[in-house]
């Protein structure tokens, strides 16, 4: 065991260690053993590679708004250039990079991994699902590039059905087809899940990520078939006429509204659950401890998944719904508030008599917990009729949201990229350099957003091209910490990359964490373990690793 | 200062004199939001403190240095509970005081005055009951409750005061309402804040607020001749609805005579308030709601009559209280311009071929 007092980073020696051989990336070569692989170590791979390449697409229409809100005027581009930027910034975003984010990165590489199983329960729906997703993908891009769409990324009726002229339908498809990517996603974790633990992992002895991921995965499965129909609907009231949310042929605008929050609503846990299952694990193993609560914990992502579905019509409180509705869902809004409160107490009081050394995934889960509690509180604010009324429809939801899906879930997904990249590639990331990305990306998040909820307070409507000047120093400062951000986001690209080849070589287990992953050699084998492991210890069982050690120790001596 | 770039001058002399960073409070329900908001904020503060302070202290306590080994802890009963219980019960108190304001702000009293504001790609049209049109901007009087009543001819919009706190969708094919009282006179930033299209960001404009007096010299300077009611007098005529709706014992239609705010037995069974929705939806999907009594042979008027058409038709419609007022409407056809304050149509021969002989 090393002795340093900073880390508790303990990898071979570096002058006769060797990536273990064969490994899941090399037992087949080849661009086909990729594209036809069923192995969910290489399929999670796929999808790290095409949601980075989304991301950055995103990102960089991100950049475009912040440069028009530069100045008051529109004078970067025309409005309609702006409504489609933001259009596709959101749907590329969500669609194609949050909600696939972690469970499909992170989730399939892992999930198996800690259940001790070899592979999902059904690896070519695994790999369809991948397709399905890229497909969507593309779909989407081609939408963008032969003149895109400005319907914003919740295609409000009749806005969406009868008054733009831009690809609503070939984008509703892209989304449609990417849909069923993330249901067949859930549905292969739920069964496997369920299925395929090793013996001795009972529920209450899974980590806590999957725990998130089985939330998430419920909301996946339930929540996304609504969000197709939804969708379907409004291509065939472009195409033929149908009517359902026509006023003038009886239908109802807001029916829309529900089917589409009754999906999207849910679709924020979707993406933030999972998020959460990062930290967990990040924290527990960075301060050496049982995650506190283990249990409040883990049904606490159930309460969410259950919460989330009754409370969508809280996008909808000025909209003109029934008084007594409002009065339900914000009640049920404050009730899902609680069980964020509580994960964020108890990882807090998980460093409680913990040793804790802060390497790069540790900070980055330090930045989620100060950003999460920011994005959870100031969405009772908006959760609360009263107040939502003024700040709805503002930059203070965009500020909200961005908390919560950037602070919140982005911090969370490079926390766990970060975590587990000794286990993905075998190697180890830069570690000074990776401390200075996440702080770098923390202060220009916070120079970003920061500002955004004074404009919200102030009544900056959202998705507006050109403000009144008086807003102007607080977009100047976003713009500004956009530019951090950037930065933030893009040194991690070039060192992960450069980690590749010239990173310091891993070994099994480098952060000595619990899991079962850690468990086996990095990166892991085709198959994940040799022999089947037998879960004897309940998990974040520091003691017994100690145990395993000592053992491992004895019979090599 | 010659080696600061003018541009980045300029920046600096606005940041110090036109750095806003709360909106003035000029309704009679801003402070009582606001008291709500800073309650939040508050707690809010409170919290990210409490969880930013351990956080901190613990990493410095139990860092690996000082803290070589962890001690484990399976959790707390008491501690899940008060970390439960103490956020829901602040939840709830948020969640009842919300709800306090929300219904404060969608319940406009009885007294409120009515303006009706018809949204479209991309504009605010106001409606006053004295016949004034305003396009993206609106004057109301301090110290009155003023109701609006909502409708958008496309798509979505959203009517959004800041400085009043208040915001109310606009929805295609449903009337919404929203009041507030002002109470300092001033000129406040009106937006659309649900994207409509293209000019979302130009569908802005002002609000004006006024004292009592110079509100009424605005009413008098801005007046078009004719009252809403007036307007709707003369579409009533020509769109010929009189023709049935005539108050005679064989109308075919039945008489509008205090029709509005009373309970109408319909031909399905089942009785409706005729407020402002229900004589909209009357107008464009009549066979939808026959009273009782009448063949369904209304003509739906979808497309012939434009919302604000309909507006005036309501408002005429409220202020039809006799059906003297009725039979004199079926002789109108022209309305000359001006003739405020006289019987309406009281000088217009019948010209018309729906009256009978």
Not at chain 1, 384 to 407: C, K, N, P, R
Not at chain 1, 478 to 492: D, F, Q
Not at chain 2, 96 to 116: D, E, H, K, Q, S
């Amino acid at each position: 065991m090393n002795t340093n007092n900073n880390t508790i980073v303990d990898i071979p020696d570096q002058a006769t260690a060797r990536i273990p051989q064969p490994n899941f990336m090399t037992k087949e070569n080849g661009l086909l053993s990729w594209l036809l692989t069923g192995d969910h170590k290489r399929i999670a791979i796929l999808y790290l590679i095409s949601i980075t390449f989304f991301f950055f697409i995103g990102g960089a229409l991100a950049g475009l708004i912040r440069l028009e809100l530069l100045t008051p005027q529109a004078d970067l581009m025309a409005t309609d250039t702006y409504n489609k930027v933001f259009t596709m910034h959101g749907i590329i975003m969500i669609f194609l990079f949050l909600v696939p984010s972690v469970p499909a990165t992170l989730g399939n590489f892992l999930i198996p991994m800690m259940l001790g199983a070899k592979d999902l329960a059904m690896p070519k729906i695994n790999l369809f699902s991948w397709y399905l997703y890229m497909a969507g993908g593309i779909l989407a891009l081609y939408a963008m590039i032969t003149g895109g769409v400005d319907t914003g990324w919740t295609f409000t009726t009749p806005l969406s059905t009868h008054y733009v002229n831009t690809n609503v339908i070939t984008t509703g498809f892209a989304i449609f087809v990417a849909g069923f990517s993330s249901i067949f996603t859930g549905l292969n974790f739920i069964v496997t899940i369920h299925k395929m633990r090793a013996p001795g992992m009972t529920w209450f002895r899974l980590p806590l990520f999957v725990w998130a991921h089985y939330a998430a995965s419920l909301l996946m499965v339930l929540g996304t078939p609504v969000l197709a129909i939804a969708i379907v609907l409004v291509m065939l009231e472009r195409t033929i006429g149908i009517g359902v949310f026509d006023p003038v042929k009886g239908g109802d605008p807001l029916l829309f509204q529900h089917l589409f929050w009754f999906y999207s609503h849910p679709a924020v846990y979707i993406m933030i659950l999972p998020g959460m299952g990062v930290i967990n694990e990040v924290i527990s193993t960075f301060s050496r401890k049982r995650v506190f609560g283990y249990t409040a914990v883990a049904f606490s992502s159930v309460a969410i998944a259950i919460f989330g579905f009754f409370v969508w019509a809280h996008h909808m409180f000025i909209m003109g719904i029934s008084n007594y509705a409002v009065l339900v869902f914000s009640l049920l809004t404050m009730m899902v508030a609680v069980p964020s409160a509580i994960k964020i107490f108890n990882w807090t009081f998980t460093l409680y008599k913990g040793s804790i050394t802060f390497e790069t995934p540790m900070l980055y889960a330090f930045g989620f917990m100060g950003l999460f509690t920011i994005g959870g509180m100031t969405g009772v604010f908006l959760g609360a009729s009263g107040t939502d009324i003024h700040l709805t429809e503002t930059y203070f939801i965009v500020a909200h949201f961005h908390f919560v899906m950037v602070g919140g879930m982005l911090m969370a997904f490079l926390a766990g990229i970060h975590f587990w990249w000794p286990k993905i590639t075998g190697r180890m990331y830069p570690e000074k350099i990776s401390q200075l990305a996440a702080i770098v990306t923390f202060i220009g998040f916070n120079l970003t957003f920061f500002p955004q909820f004074i404009l919200g307070v102030l009544g900056m409507p959202r998705r507006y091209a050109s403000y009144p000047p008086e807003f102007q120093v607080l977009n100047v400062f976003s713009t500004a910490g956009a530019t951090i951000l950037g930065v933030g986001y893009l040194l991690p690209v070039l060192y992960l990359l450069w980690s590749l080849k010239y990173g310091a070589i891993a070994g099994n287990n480098p952060w000595q964490a619990t899991g079962l992953e850690w468990q086996t050699q990095s990166p892991p084998l085709t198959e994940n373990f040799v022999v089947t492991p037998i879960m004897d210890h309940e998990a974040y069982d520091y003691e017994w690793l100690e145990s395993q050690k000592a053992k491992e120790v004895a019979s090599a001596g | 200062m010659s080696h600061i770039s003018p541009t980045i001058w300029q920046f600096l002399v606005k940041w110090l004199t036109n750095f806003a960073l709360f909106p003035p409070e000029a309704s009679k329900i801003a402070p009582q939001m606001d008291a709500l908001f800073f309650f939040m904020v508050l707690v809010s503060l409170i919290g990210l403190t409490a969880v930013v302070l351990m956080v901190v202290s613990f990493s410095i306590l139990y860092s690996k240095k000082h803290h070589p080994v962890a001690v484990q802890i399976e959790g707390s009963t008491l501690l899940e509970a008060t970390w439960t219980i103490i956020p829901l019960g602040l939840f709830m108190v948020m969640f009842v005081w919300g709800a306090l304001i929300y219904f404060r702000v969608y319940t406009p009293p009885a007294n409120a005055m009515n303006i009706y504001v018809v949204g479209k790609q991309w504009m605010w049209k106001a409606e006053h009951p004295g016949g004034q049109h305003e396009i993206n901007s609106l004057h109301v009087p301090t110290g009155r409750a003023v109701q609006l009543t909502l409708i958008s001819e496309d798509v979505f919009h959203s009517f959004s005061i800041p400085a009043f706190r208040v915001k109310r969708e606009a929805i295609p094919g449903r009337y919404t309402t929203v009041w507030f009282e002002a109470t300092t006179p001033g000129t406040y930033h009106l937006f659309c804040t649900q994207y409509c299209g293209t000019n979302h960001s130009r569908m802005i404009g002002d609000v004006v607020v006024l004292t009592p007096e110079d509100y009424r010299k605005w009413l008098a300077s801005s007046t078009s001749g004719n009252s809403l009611a007036q307007n709707g007098e003369r579409l009533f005529a020509s769109l010929s609805c009189a023709a049935c709706h005539n108050a005679r014992p064989d109308a075919r239609g039945p008489s509008l005579a205090n029709v509005y705010g009373s309970r109408l037995a319909l031909s399905s069974g089942g009785t409706i308030i005729a407020d402002d929705a229900y004589l909209r939806e009357a107008i464009l999907n009549p066979s939808q709601h026959i009273t009782q009594g009448y063949a369904p042979i209304m003509p739906t008027y979808q497309g012939q009559v434009s919302e604000e058409g309909v507006i005036a038709l309501v408002e005429y419609m409220k202020h039809l209280d006799s059906d003297y007022r009725v039979q004199q409407t079926t002789n109108t056809t022209d309305l000359v311009p001006g003739s405020e304050g006289k019987a309406p149509g009281a000088q217009a021969p019948a010209v018309n071929g729906t009256v009978k002989p």
